[in-house]
């Protein structure tokens, strides 16, 4: 029975994400050929049709990554290629923990070597195309190597602890997984800016004094205690602009990209700001991490039961071996099959991650200025290549935020409104 469902589920999957897929290409060329009206003044018919080139190209190349993604999945369930690699740890290994964690390592291993190519047609086929990449090659292997060391050295231990419990615990681990996935989610965002990013960039003090007084003035006005300004070397990899807040706590850093300084003037990269800060303010964050943790649980507690029943494995194309732990086996066959049921959420999460976006927005119209804040999305949209006319249904599922357009419009109700502190 559950398999009918696994293949029902599947293959509506990829034909929803196919339509979409579809529709977004098909949007996109129809509104190539004019600058919407609101952007007219601001953008170029050749900057709009570029962004529209470059949308179309990732979409069609996210077509393929997924069908082969799917072919990858089928593989591993149904045509037995995780029962083959589980059969053969077991002939090799004889420690337990070791054959599980090697199981989980090679599932990781063969989904990563799927989506090497895709990254590198992206960076350097896509973006170099477009002249976005700044990314060497050799910068690329070094990039990928300390990834991967850094995901062995924080993915084991994390996994050991997991597999641990799993084994020992039988009955309450979904609980203990869950306190040890809170503990490391927490030991992350601590470790992230002290060791995990400077890995990857530098980061130096922000050295323009005028800009530092005006982020100084807002977050005061904000009451925002704010532990550094940084300015982070992302043109080397690439010419898309961001910004970002990073830490716990009082240890709250703000990193610009060098590649947003170097468009953005003091008002605009002022008014991104307070719509960051807007997240803050509003408790988006502490809220989105709740609601993780909350759905990691049931996540957990859903496993736990589905760890139990003989028709969760043999259903998705693997036999449980008895007289030895099958966590692994479960672990495994949840990571792959899972998504395959939850694509259909996301509508609902872009509803409510937009509505924090709006929130956010309207903080910085008030706090800094409405204005300031449009002429840097229009400067940022352009300098992205992300496109003004995305298909409304592909947005919904795919989009955090909310089209250009209507972002832009409901600035508009703030321009010329007075603050209201
Ligand atoms: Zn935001």
Same mark, same amino acid.
């Given at each position: ?137 050799? =910068? $690329?292997?070094? @990039?990928?190597? &300390?990834?991967?060391?850094? +995901?062995? /050295?924080?993915? *084991?231990? #994390? ?69 550094? =300004? $940084?300015?982070? @070397?992302?043109? &080397?990899?690439?010419?898309? +602009?961001? /910004?970002?807040? *990073?830490? #716990? ?173």
């Amino acid at each position: 029975m559950f398999t009918i469902l696994f293949v029902v589920f599947l293959i509506a999957d990829n034909l929803l994400r196919l339509f979409l897929s579809i529709k977004q290409i098909r949007h996109v060329a129809r509104h190539r050929k004019q600058v919407p009206a609101e952007f007219s003044h601001h953008i170029s018919l050749r900057s709009h049709q570029r962004a529209a080139d470059y949308t179309i190209q990732r979409t069609k190349t996210s077509i393929v990554e997924r069908l082969i993604d799917s072919i990858l999945l089928l593989a591993l369930t149904l045509l037995g290629g995780l029962q083959a690699i589980d059969l053969f740890l077991a002939r090799l290994i004889d420690n337990e923990l070791l054959r599980q964690l090697l199981l989980l390592g090679s599932i990781f291993a063969l989904g990563g070597l799927v989506q090497l190519p895709f990254t590198l047609w992206r960076i350097f086929k896509i973006d170099e195309d477009f002249g976005f990449n700044r990314m060497t090659l050799r =910068l $690329f292997i070094s @990039d990928t190597v &300390k990834g991967l060391i850094l +995901g062995i /050295a924080l993915g *084991t231990p #994390l996994l050991v602890a997991i597999l641990w419990v799993m084994d020992n615990a039988p009955a309450t681990w979904p609980i203990w997984a869950w306190v040890i996935w809170v503990v490391f989610s927490f030991s992350i965002m601590w470790l992230f800016p002290h060791v995990i990013a400077p890995l990857f960039n530098r980061f130096e003090p922000l050295k323009n004094d005028s800009l530092k007084k005006r982020i100084e003035a807002l977050a005061k006005r904000c009451q925002f205690t704010l532990d550094g =300004l $940084f300015v982070m @070397d992302g043109s &080397k990899r690439s010419a898309h +602009g961001n /910004a970002y807040f *990073t830490g #716990l706590g009082k240890h709250k850093r703000i990193v610009f990209f060098d590649t947003l300084l170097s468009r953005l003037n003091d008002e605009e990269v002022e008014a991104v700001l307070a719509h960051e800060l807007g997240h803050f303010k509003h408790r988006h964050i502490v809220k989105r991490l709740l609601l993780n943790m909350v759905v990691a649980l049931g996540f957990l507690l859903l496993l736990g039961w589905l760890s139990q029943q003989i028709w969760f494995y043999t259903d998705l194309g693997v036999i449980p071996q008895f007289g030895r732990p099958n966590n692994g086996l479960a672990l495994a066959l949840f990571f792959l099959v899972v998504p395959v049921f939850t694509f259909w959420l996301g509508p609902l999460f872009s509803i409510l991650s937009r509505k924090d976006e709006y929130e956010a927005d309207t903080f910085a119209a008030k706090q800094s200025s409405a204005t300031a804040l449009i002429s840097a999305l229009v400067k940022l949209y352009d300098d992205n290549a992300a496109t003004l006319t995305p298909d409304p249904a592909h947005s919904a599922f795919y989009d955090s935020h909310p089209p250009a357009l209507l972002r832009i419009q409901h600035l508009k109700k703030y321009v010329n409104k007075p603050t209201t502190n």
